[in-house]
């Protein structure tokens, strides 16, 4: 059974690093995959999604000939499942490139769905107290229903913006304070770094939305 919370973070987790793979004519397995630095980010991730999953978080290694290093990540995947096989067509063209569906503003409607999201592909920049979320290559009428589902779904205005050839939502300070206000509570402990500090109250390193 996947319950509401679980499809919540699934549903950020495919909007942000998860990839969906197809098994079979009907199904799809998400794989998750992090740097070691956020590894135990992706264990809350493994913890809540327990019962859908077909291993623990195992440790990889990757050489990059760039930099001339090896980096530790750590991986894990879901059981291949319906649900799945259901968002890999909502979220995958035919070709196999990633994109956002037609009904996307009915998909992204909760503020957990947001913070995966977010701790996945977000940045906050103190100096100019603005927020990105960094995206794939979307066509230009997918980005616009991206920016309508914030709108209509979290009163959020933001505008595409783009970086190194890749399309980012930018959210200037006003905005950006209330994506931080909406996603605060669910932002894991690990991942605070990704946000401001509550101006508010003095954080402590617990949220009302994560478990861990």
Known sequence: MVTKRQR????????????????GKRNARLKLEHSERQRDYLWWKYEE????????P????????VWKRTYTYYRCQTHS?????????????????????ENIDRLLKSPLSL????????????????AYIYLPRYADEELQRLVMALKNNFGLSCRI??????????????ETQRLMEI??????????????????TTEDGRSEGITS
């Open 8 to 23: 919540e973070i699934l549903i950020g987790a495919i909007l942000g690093d998860g990839y969906l793979q197809r098994t």
């Open 49 to 56: 999604l327990r019962n859908l999953m077909q291993d623990r």
């Open 58 to 65: 195992k440790p990889i290694q990757r050489y990059n000939p």
């Open 81 to 101: 499942m319906p649900l799945l096989g259901r968002y890999k067509r909502a979220f995958y063209a035919p070709d196999g490139r990633k994109r956002i569906p």
């Open 115 to 130: 913070a995966v999201w977010f701790m996945d592909d977000g940045h906050f920049y103190p100096r100019d107290k603005v």
């Open 161 to 174: 913006v783009w970086k190194k050839g890749y399309p980012c939502l930018y959210f200037p300070p006003e």
């Open 183 to 200: 996603i605060r509570p669910w932002v894991h402990p690990t991942m605070r770094h990704k946000i401001p500090p509550d101006p508010v």
